[in-house]
Structures are given as C-alpha cells and as structure tokens.
C-alpha cells in the first residue's frame, strides 16, 4: 500500500512537473550540464565520436540541427502566427513595446559583437549569434522567482521572445543561406504554394500539411536554404480557425511537450558539449567569444531596456501591468539568456571546430551572466506601487 501511494504521488509530481510552463526551460539546462560534464570525463571521446557517427548520408548532430530542430522551427511559427493573428500581438499597441524592445534586443548585441571582431575576418559571420532570446531558459529563469513577477512582466518577455525568434528566422533566411539550388527551390516554392492553397480551400485535416511539408523539408534541404525554415513555411500555411477543431491549435499542443522536453534537450545535449581542457582566460578573451558574452549580457540589456525606456518615458508606452521600472530591468538582463538559438545560429555561422568551440563558451558565459544577474535584480527589485496599476 505505501508503495503504491508513493507511486501515485510520484506520478501526480510528474504530471505537475510536466504541465509547468518553465518545465521544458529546466529539463534544457539539465541536459546541457550533462553534456558538460560528460565532454569533461573519460566518456568524452565515446560522446563526441557519437555525434559524428554517420545515419545515411550525414551525421547524428546534423540529423539533429537539420532535421530535428525542423520541429522546433515548427512550433515556433506556430506560436508565432497564433500570438499575431489571435493572440497578445494581434493589437499594434500591444505589439509597439516589446516589438521595439526587441529589435533594440537584436540591434545592440550584433554592433558589441562587430566592433570585438571587426579586425578577424574569420569571426566576422558569428554577428547574429548573442541576436535572440531563450524563451524556455528564460521563462525557466524567472520561474524560480514565483509570484514575486508579475505576469505582465511574464507577457512581455514572452512577446520579446517570439519577436526574437521572428528576427532570428529572418536573418537565417538571408544571411546564413549556402549557394542556392534553383530547381529545388522552385520545387519548394510549388510545394509551398500547394500547401497555401490547401489553406484557402479550408482543408482542416493535418496529414495533407503534415505530407506534403516533410516533401517541402527534403526540398528545402537541397535548395541550400537551412532546412529548419521549412519548419517555419509550413506553419504559416497552418490553417488558423475559430473553435475546438482549430488545426493550428491540434498541432500546437501536439508539438508542445515533445519539442520542450525531446527536440531541444537532444539538441542542447548534442551542441552545449564543450571540452574545457586546455581553456583558460584567453580562450574567454578572444574576440568571437568575447564578443557573443558581452553582446548577450550587455548588448541585450542595454537594447531592450533602453528603447522599452525610451518609448515610456516619451508617453508612447506604457510599463507591463504590476510591474516596476527596477523589474522591466531585470527582465531586460534575462533577455541575455540565448541559449538555443544563439547555438544554433553559431553552428550555421562557423564551419570551424575552433570557433565553434569560441562560441559555445561565449553563450554559455553570457547567458550564465544574465541569468544570474537577471535573477539577483528580479529578487531584489520592489514591485509596482498598487496606487500606480490600471483597474
């Protein structure tokens, strides 16, 4: 009997765990700090050696950023059109703060990192790397603090980073594009253009979508333009529709669990592993890492608390309900936690090992900075005077 109350218990903590927004943000950290530690111990080289071991025609960590990561782009363009067309970015004054925040957000850290690396050449394409924000880590973060954040601060950040990771698409789509394959990318736009017109003609099941965009990921694949956007394309044609039936909404919560707690934990574990033999202080000081530390602990700050400033004091704006000026702070420094796709983008910048390397250790010191920063301002920030919030 005691054993099975314990085992009801544990499933119940399990459930709860599970249906913990900042869940998958905790799990994310776990796995990266696995893969610290075991590119750190005797198991390093059997670790490593894995990643390169080749499925067919490319390698388990390229099945992994290609293919898996395709999931996460999914799902990310899923939030992205439900937030704009439906959600808390339907409405131009809702979007104008953090909108502006965000792009201040991708702005500031890109001009820190260029100016550290504008003499190398080598390190030169790594400038969007400290340009987005973890949501999971984020939100993972800020989670710690309880009801002592507001939600609109909760909002706000959210919002921040869908703008990010809006950003981040684009700037993959033009910057991070290999020689283009014409033919296949005409066969991507055909397929694309299938897929809108399934949306017009209101087709509402998913496997006709879900069919013919693994067809559009092949395709993207081959054109030269990263694979992950097909993700991203796919979602957009998603059709969006009132009531329980909605295929946007099936697909979105369907997709939730395995991307935050299998899609980027894989992905962290098989990119966050970094050796840190031979690493000293210079190995920190060179221009790439320097350059993606201090853009996602500086740059992100300083671009998203300065504009989101700026725009509230000129009257433009207003600050997220409940919260402080001191808390709008801390959450502008946790914007500085970029873990996923400041990876992401740095394995697509860089073909070499070393500067790959570089950069996993200026993401990790940057967003280990924020976050730890972010958490001690939060913690020690007063909230709102309750005569100063709306109604």
């Known amino acids: 009997m005691a054993l099975k109350t ?5 499933r119940r903590a399990l459930a709860d765990f599970l249906q913990n927004e900042a869940a998958g943000g905790y799990v994310l950290m776990g796995a990266a700090a696995l ?7 005797p198991l390093a080289e059997a670790y490593f050696h894995a990643l390169h071991a080749p499925i067919g025609p490319t390698g ?38 953090p909108g ?3 792009l201040g957000g991708v702005a500031a850290p890109a001009l820190i990192y260029l100016a550290f690396n504008a003499g190398h050449p080598a390190s030169l394409a790594g ?55 014409l033919l296949a990318l005409a066969g991507a736009g055909a397929m694309l253009l299938v897929l809108i017109a399934l949306n017009r003609l209101k087709v509402l099941v998913l496997w006709p979508y879900l069919l013919l965009g693994a ?42 669990k395995p991307v ?12 966050a592993g970094l050796s840190f033999a031979g690493v000293g202080l210079s190995a920190l000081l060179a221009p790439a890492p320097l350059g993606v530390a201090l853009g996602l602990f500086l740059g992100k700050q300083v671009g998203v608390f300065a504009v989101a400033f700026g725009l509230i004091k000129l009257g433009w704006a207003r600050l997220p309900r409940g919260a402080s000026l001191a808390q709008l702070y801390g959450v502008a420094v946790l914007c500085g936690v ?54």
């Open 127 to 181: 400038w969007a790397i400290p340009s987005a924000t973890d949501i999971a880590f984020a939100l993972g973060v800020l989670a710690l603090l309880g009801p002592r954040v507001p939600a609109g601060l909760k909002v706000f950040l959210t919002a921040i980073a869908i703008m990010d990771d809006l950003a981040a698409i684009v700037i993959i789509a033009l910057f991070y594009t290999a020689q283009l394959h």
């Open 35 to 41: 893969a610290l530690i075991i590119a750190n111990s």
């Open 6 to 10: 314990i085992s009801l218990r544990a």
């Open 338 to 391: 970029g873990f996923t796709m400041s990876l992401f983008i740095g394995v697509l910048a860089f073909r070499d090992p070393g500067l790959i390397d570089q950069t996993k250790i200026g993401v990790l010191a940057g967003s280990l900075a924020s976050a730890l920063v972010g958490l001690a301002i939060l913690r020690l920030a007063k909230p709102a005077p309750p005569e100063t919030l709306e109604p």
């Open 100 to 102: 502006a925040a965000a």
């Open 260 to 271: 935050a707690f299998v899609v980027t934990p894989i992905f962290g574990f098989a990119n």
């Open 60 to 97: 388990v960590q390229h099945w992994i950023n290609d293919g898996l990561m395709a999931l996460f782009f999914l799902l990310v363009g899923l939030e992205i059109k439900r937030e704009v067309l439906d959600g808390q970015l339907s409405r131009p004054a809702d979007v104008l703060l």
């Open 215 to 256: 067809v559009l990921w092949v395709l993207v694949l081959k054109s030269g333009i990263h694979a992950t956007l097909a993700g991203v394309a796919l979602a957009l044609t998603i059709p969006l529709r009132p009531g329980d039936r909605c295929p946007l909404h099936k697909l979105e919560h369907a997709l939730h």
